[in-house]
């Protein structure tokens, strides 16, 4: 695949996207929606691809959201400005149904859709220098895909706080926030984001994906739901892939699985 704003690239089967568009602080267009669900599709469907990172790379911004020619046609036409924030919230949806984990690596400015989508993968990482928000609000502008990610992330109160005070966050202030997971100089920041991805891809993709369904499915469940969800997965894994009995078997004999071999 080639593309025209961002870069893709698969080693050991890590996905690593950079956002290419610098000048514009990679922000959306039509063009990037439309390369994103081709990269998301892919990554979808190549069983080799394991993990998926998102990055700015060494940019100053990870992505500040819908760009302003955009920007410029949709305030001028509401429909329009629905079709585009829907298709946002659908490619936001889709990276998280992924049956592989994702990261946001978070490089710099991130605000609104792009903020939005960073919330939509597993993890995010932040450099140290980086600056994350929603930022909607400070516009007069409503966010259309953060706010309840936000509460099952950081809960309501944290949320309330990240959305309307339209604050920026740096990179230590996002941890303690809990909107990431670390945050780390921006130079060793790639690095990072591949060490946490290879630190998931050792283990069968089955296994992790299956794992992923539990916290989809369970979203709003209760204990007594996600104990039910829990077992019915595990049920349905162990009955239709041999990675569980080729753990066990591999334990047992005092090697390592087949899938670990090099």
């Given at each position: 695949m080639k593309f025209e704003t961002l870069a893709l690239e698969v080693e050991d089967g890590i996905a690593t996207v950079t956002f290419?568009?610098?000048?514009?602080?990679?922000?959306?267009?039509?063009?990037?929606?439309?390369?994103?669900?081709?990269?998301?599709?892919?990554?979808?469907?190549?069983?080799?691809?394991?993990?998926?990172?998102?990055?700015?790379?060494?940019?100053?911004?990870?992505?500040?959201?819908?760009?302003?020619a955009l920007l410029d046609r949709a305030f001028k036409d509401l429909p329009y400005f629905m079709q585009m924030v829907g298709r946002v919230g659908r490619l936001i949806s889709a990276i998280e149904a992924l049956p592989i984990p994702?990261?946001?690596a978070v490089n710099g400015w991130c605000r609104a859709g792009g903020f939005e989508i960073a919330l939509g993968c597993d993890f995010i990482l932040v450099a140290d220098e980086a600056h994350i928000g929603d930022a909607h609000t400070d516009a007069g502008v409503l966010?259309?895909?953060?706010?309840?990610?936000?509460?099952?992330?950081i809960g309501e109160q944290r949320a309330k706080?990240?959305?309307?005070t339209a604050?920026?966050?740096?990179?230590?202030?996002?941890?303690?926030?809990?909107?990431?997971?670390?945050?780390?100089?921006?130079?060793?920041?790639?690095?990072?984001?591949?060490?946490?991805?290879?630190?998931?891809?050792?283990k069968p993709r089955a296994c992790i994906a299956a794992n992923k369904s539990v916290y989809q499915r369970g979203v709003d469940a209760t204990?007594?739901?996600?104990?039910?969800?829990?077992l019915e997965v595990f049920e349905a894994y162990m009955g239709s892939e041999p990675y569980g009995l080729e753990g066990y078997t591999a334990y047992r004999e005092g090697r390592a699985p087949l899938w670990k071999r090099g």
């Open positions: 290419a568009t610098p000048r514009q602080l990679n922000s959306i267009s039509e063009q990037r929606l439309d390369e994103l669900d081709e990269v998301v599709a892919r990554a979808r469907d190549d069983a080799s691809i394991r993990a998926l990172i998102l990055t700015g790379g060494q940019a100053s911004a990870f992505c500040v959201g819908l760009d302003l994702t990261i946001a966010p259309v895909a953060s706010s309840l990610r936000l509460k099952r992330r706080e990240v959305i309307w604050r920026w966050y740096r990179g230590a202030e996002a941890v303690a926030a809990g909107l990431a997971l670390k945050s780390v100089p921006l130079a060793a920041l790639h690095g990072e984001a591949l060490a946490l991805a290879r630190s998931i891809t050792d204990v007594a739901e996600g104990m039910a969800i829990e």
